[in-house]
């Protein structure tokens, strides 16, 4: 339901919950879809019907979210983006311009494959540079950042740093963003530090999928 109007932009109020979120006069947001408290929707957006965004996010320039998406809280999208349905983008996120996200393996102009789509799933803190590509049906861990222009086609693990195309590890980042080193103090190989904030973490070998992966964890993350 529309409030007030704040010169282009148009003040709503979520009808089922009451919250406040500003829309560019612009943009559209359609009925059914459910919006949170102080989250800001730029030129020429579109959201959906039954699209869900939680509070405080961004929506850029040129976004569409489709039915099925689901975005949380905190969530910084840039300009240029559709997020297909059955992309789920969890609290933190950072999409960079002109990212793409997809959700047919194998699409074809005179086939269609809406009982197709295979779910992408953003984890909580992930940044994803401009013009990266993530292709349908992996996960992005938690805090992991993906270099501009990479194309993730296989599963991310937390806080991994993934460049290239094919996208590869190669090194690992903190929840600050930062790059980590190896803690060569400590004497322990396995051990990385952030030189910022100063947060720790340990690498461990686990079986996934019937393959040996290596993952971070941390030690005294705040």
Same mark, same amino acid.
């Given at each position: ?48 019907? @039954? *699209?869900? =965004?939680?509070?405080?996010? $961004?929506? %850029?320039?040129?976004?569409?979210? +489709? #039915?099925? &998406? /689901? ?59 401009? @013009? *990266?590509? =993530?292709?349908?049906?992996? $996960?992005? %861990?938690?805090?992991?950042?993906? +270099? #501009?222009? &990479? /194309? ?71």
């Amino acid at each position: 339901m529309l409030k007030e109007k704040k010169g282009e932009m148009n003040i709503y109020s979520d009808d089922i919950t009451g919250e406040t979120y500003q829309v560019h006069e612009s943009s559209y947001v359609d009925e059914g879809a459910s919006v949170g408290e102080g989250t800001k929707i730029w030129h020429f957006s579109h959201v959906m019907k @039954n *699209a869900k =965004i939680g509070k405080k996010c $961004s929506i %850029g320039q040129n976004v569409n979210v +489709g #039915s099925k &998406a /689901v975005i949380g809280n905190n969530v910084k999208v840039q300009n240029n983006i559709s997020i297909y349905d059955d992309v789920i983008l969890e609290d933190d996120v950072f999409c960079g311009p002109s990212m793409v996200f997809t959700n047919v393996i194998n699409p074809r102009a005179f086939i269609e494959r809406k009982d197709e789509y295979r779910r992408t799933l953003i984890r909580r803190g992930a940044s994803i540079g401009a @013009n *990266a590509t =993530i292709v349908c049906g992996n $996960s992005v %861990g938690k805090y992991a950042l993906i +270099g #501009s222009g &990479a /194309v993730v086609a296989r599963n991310v693990p937390d806080y991994a740093l993934m460049v290239g195309v094919p996208a590869k590890r190669i090194g690992w980042v903190c929840k600050c963003g930062v790059t980590l080193k190896k803690n060569e103090q400590k004497g322990n190989p396995e051990q990385y530090y952030c030189s910022e904030c100063g947060n720790e973490y340990m690498k461990e070998k686990i079986v996934e999928n019937g393959r040996e992966i290596e993952v971070l964890k941390p030690v005294n993350e705040e």
